[in-house]
């Protein structure tokens, strides 16, 4: 089965900082999909950024970026220029391609607590 | 287009009872995901439907059960309920199979006393 792990319970940044939240999976499959899901205090559960494995590009959305390390299975998230409605529990989440596989729907880490400081 | 919705929003049960929970997607997703939130255990996957047929299921007990409707709303139910179900159950819509983007609803908050 696979695993991810967020290894940062809670981060702070200052605003309008940048920070980088770590996730590392660990999978013996090839074709997959890597997800940062945001829960902000509402609990509506929102997708911040998507990644295909087999894209060696790194993905981008506006002030959302990841670095992808396929090979280290590494897939941190990195948010510039960091907003007060940033602050929100960040989930990154393995979804697995293959076939047979996705049996576990989508594997979600402990999530990391993000604190904007004003 | 309207966003997932969940109904109830907020349940009180009793140890022993059962209760059914409800998932309306976005018009014209066919597949729904329902996952499990606890403070200790995280983020866990119930179960997966796609065009009325399970897909995928986790690993939980047979009182976890559930069911998707022609019209692609979905339902699960919990049976004889215990403390540890207590949870925030989150039920997201996709337009194809999960790894599509999944738009999450705002949840049930289900209290066992």
């Known amino acids: 089965a696979q695993t991810v792990t967020q290894s940062q319970p809670e981060m702070s940044v200052q605003e309008a900082e940048t920070v980088t939240l770590s996730c590392t999976y660990d999978t013996s499959e090839s074709d997959y999909y890597l997800f940062w899901y945001k829960q902000p205090p509402s609990r509506q559960m929102i997708l911040v950024i998507r990644?295909?494995?087999?894209?060696?590009q790194n993905a981008t959305e506006n002030r959302f970026s990841v670095n992808f390390q396929k090979a280290a299975k590494s897939f941190s998230l990195k948010i510039s220029d960091s907003q007060l409605g940033d602050a929100a529990m960040y989930f990154c989440?393995?979804?697995?391609?293959?076939?047979?596989?996705?049996?576990?729907?989508?594997?979600f880490g402990k999530g990391t607590h993000l604190i904007i400081q004003p | 287009k309207a966003g997932v919705t969940q109904t109830p929003r907020y349940l009180i049960k009793t140890r022993g009872q059962q209760v059914t929970l409800s998932c309306s997607p976005i018009?014209?997703?066919?597949?729904v995901s329902w996952y499990q939130q606890t403070p200790g255990q995280g983020l866990q996957f119930l179960f997966e439907?796609?065009?009325?047929?399970?897909?995928n299921k986790g690993n939980f007990p047979g009182r976890f059960s559930g069911r998707q409707f022609s019209n692609s709303r979905s339902e699960m139910n919990v049976s004889t309920l215990e403390l540890g179900d207590s949870a925030l159950y989150l039920c997201a819509s996709s337009e194809g199979f999960s790894y599509n983007e999944q738009f999450f609803g705002p949840g049930t908050r289900l209290t066992v006393l």
């Open positions: 439907y796609f065009s009325e047929t399970q897909r």
């Open positions: 990644q295909e494995a087999y894209k060696q």
């Open positions: 018009s014209g997703h066919r597949s």
């Open positions: 989440a393995y979804r697995s391609l293959e076939t047979g596989g996705g049996a576990d729907g989508l594997t």
